[in-house]
């Protein structure tokens, strides 16, 4: 029988609550009547007994301990399920428990959902205040897919969490599953099309995943750059900016946000705030929206058409748009303005993977091949913007996600491969190439010009990277409407839209490998680059030899990526239609080591030393040590990729305020962000962990927020 301690509403907040937010009081009363009483003897039985409204309202509520997992009819089974993210296997199963543990975890499915849990922490909050007990206020975790790295969408303690994975969905929930480029795909909400003086822009929901946004906007002919990690959520894709393989050509994916809705924390009022932010003058205006509202008596979604208004706040928008990703409120939903297919129509793309033999007979050739790669790819810098290439280097297929092994596996089938090619990749280490070129950048090439040829510079650079791939002697590459086979393949004769292309690169799997592992990103500025070839050289050099120590080592899988620079008149946001706040935009060359470990501290141990080591060798190093700096002499970190060293976990858990200076370009920036936190959110109703922002108008607020470990 469920226990009066599964909703333990205080009675003072109860009667706090029932002055002033009288909507919420009697769902909560009777809820605690009903998990106290007799009838209830099964799991979840107590929804039965609750009318229309009610019952939605409280099917979207878990709570520490199991006893009342059950309730919530989503998709999760249990509290258990609900609270497990991409950074749990970032710590051990004790950490993970400590620090991503919510006491409660809040699904809405509406906008009156999300404004109900805002007031309940702030009525709850108020009360605290005026009876001193500040130390037990409360803070919101905002997640939508549950990515992030190192925990921070998560919190524990007394915090709660919404989570916006299931957000917004409404009858959508219906669609049927399909394929998109071997994806399955789940229900998610359709977005919104719609002109705009004269701007054809697109409605997203925070909910869905990058896979299904790129499925719907490629059956419209459109495309937004973004990131290749299938599974992520648009809301924390927006908030730290969609870094992906059209970086060079369009920019980041939070360069085409134009619009957002999103929910504050007023602390003047002491309500909840829905606003409507448009990113820059031009976008200001009305919108009317279909979506959909629960019908209590009914108990489903009629549809429900609604115009609001949008008002330019830059300061919502720095907030928001590479601030720090959910300091700030609740992100409900973007509107984008893409890119047409059609005035990109001769652009053209490869994709290739090729084992990476260290034995005695093929190593020299296999070292040679990503060598020559390595340098095609930084030598990229010096070519126009429509040209990018990234190399992705695992040590091992052994031991990977299941998505790891579909994804060699698509590359084989779509170019009809032999199944013993495929299985010369598995179980060793691999190196996967992924080159494109997009026409038509610039903007400026006639509307006249029809034809599908590909451009000579265009031909000679693909040229250079068949060339490379073929010193390998297990190469497999999959057709990308270009026909390529390595070797001796026919060359390219049919361009191919960009949305597929983005659907090409895309990675079908959560996690690369089912373990934990220690994260570095590097980032190269254009006053840390040198042209020398001496210096491109080492770099190169130096990075195989890195790849080939941690070969060596069975209970390590890394996982090396190398993006190609940016020119250097570009700051990654040409053409852009905001003003943003995502820092270190002057970053040429990217480069992310990625270090996965068995789960045990002797590995955990080799793990950290092989990340250490290239700390000091491609980085800046710290105080005590200075680093070779063969990369970059500036520790600059983003928040897609955010992590911390050992060293500073042990001296301040990844306190965001002391790393401020590796995560902001300048103080200056960061005071900014700071003070319209200040402001925005002065009681740190968003400040669910140490990693982010804290109003300064709540000292004691450390005192309530969890750490990441």
Known sequence: MATSTSFDFEQGVLDELRATHPALVPLADKIKSLLTSDKTNKKADWQALL???????????????????????????DYAAARKQYAFSSYSKEDSFDTMAPKWIFVPTDVDDVMAVVNYVLKTNALYVKENQQE??????????????????????NNVMIDMGYAFVGEQ???????????????????????????????????????????????????????????????????????????RAFGIFSDYIVRFDAVLANAETNEAELVHVACAAQWEGEHTT???????????????????????????????????????????????????????????????????????????????????????????????????????????????????VREMNRSVRNLNSSSEDYALCFGFPIVMIYAQYINNVEGNEPESNESKEMPPHAKEWF??????????????????????????????????????????WMYPAVREYRCPFVKRLYLSGFNDWLTSTERRDKFCETLIERYEVIIKQPSL??????????????????????????NFRYSM?????????DDNPKALAAAQKWCAENDDIFGPGD??????????????????????????????????????????????????IRSIKDRVDSHSVFSPNNFALISRSTPNAPAWQQKLY
């Not at 896979?211 to 719907?216: D, G, I, N």
């Not at 060359?589 to 470990?597: E, M, P």
Request: positive net charge.
């Open 51 to 77: 009318p229309g409204r009610e019952r939605k309202l409280a099917s979207f509520v878990l709570r520490r301990p199991l006893s009342v997992a059950d309730v919530n009819s989503l998709g999760y089974d």
């Open 136 to 157: 037990r206020m409360l803070a919101i975790a905002v997640r939508s897919g549950g990515h992030q790295y190192a925990g921070k969408s998560s919190t524990a303690g």
């Open 173 to 247: 929930k219906q669609v049927p599953a399909h394929l998109f480029f071997g994806f399955k795909m789940l229900p998610y909400a359709q977005p919104n099309y719609f002109e705009f003086n004269g701007h054809q822009l697109a409605q997203v929901s925070v909910s869905i995943q990058l896979v299904q946004l790129l499925e719907s906007l490629n059956d419209h002919g459109m495309f937004v750059p973004m990131g290749q990690c299938a599974n992520v959520h648009i809301g924390g894709h927006a908030q730290t900016g969609g870094y992906g393989q059209m970086l």
């Open 290 to 404: 279909q979506g959909y509202i629960f019908d209590p008596e009914g108990g489903s979604y009629l549809p429900e058409t609604k115009t609001v208004k949008y008002v330019y706040n830059q300061d919502l928008v720095d907030a928001f748009l590479g601030g720090c990703p959910g300091s700030f409120g609740v992100l409900l939903n973007i509107t984008i303005k893409p890119h047409l297919n059609k005035n990109h129509a001769r652009s053209y793309g490869l994709k290739a993977m090729f084992r990476y033999d260290t034995s005695i007979f093929a190593h020299n050739s296999c070292r040679r091949a990503l060598r020559e790669l390595m340098e095609i790819i930084i030598k990229t810098a010096d070519m126009p913007r429509g040209f990018d290439m990234c190399a992705t280097i695992f040590t091992s297929a052994k031991g990977s996600t299941l998505g790891l």
């Open 463 to 504: 040229t250079k990277i068949k060339r490379a791939i073929k010193m390998a002697p297990r190469t497999v590459s999959a057709s990308i409407a270009m026909e390529w086979y390595f070797p001796g393949a026919p060359t390219a004769k049919h361009p191919v839209a960009p949305s597929e292309l983005l659907g090409h």
């Open 557 to 582: 899988h890394a996982v090396i990526q190398l993006q190609s620079p940016l020119p250097p008149a570009h700051a990654w946001n040409s053409g852009a239609h905001n003003k943003t706040q995502f």
């Open 589 to 597: 060359l990217g480069l992310v080591t990625d270090a996965f470990h």
């Open 623 to 672: 105080a005590q040590k200075p680093g070779k700096q063969i990369l970059t002499a500036r520790d600059g970190r983003l928040f897609w990729g955010s992590y911390f060293t050992e060293e500073e976990m042990a001296a301040h858990g990844g306190n965001l305020d002391a790393l401020s200076k590796k995560f902001f370009a300048t103080p200056e920036r960061y005071e900014h």
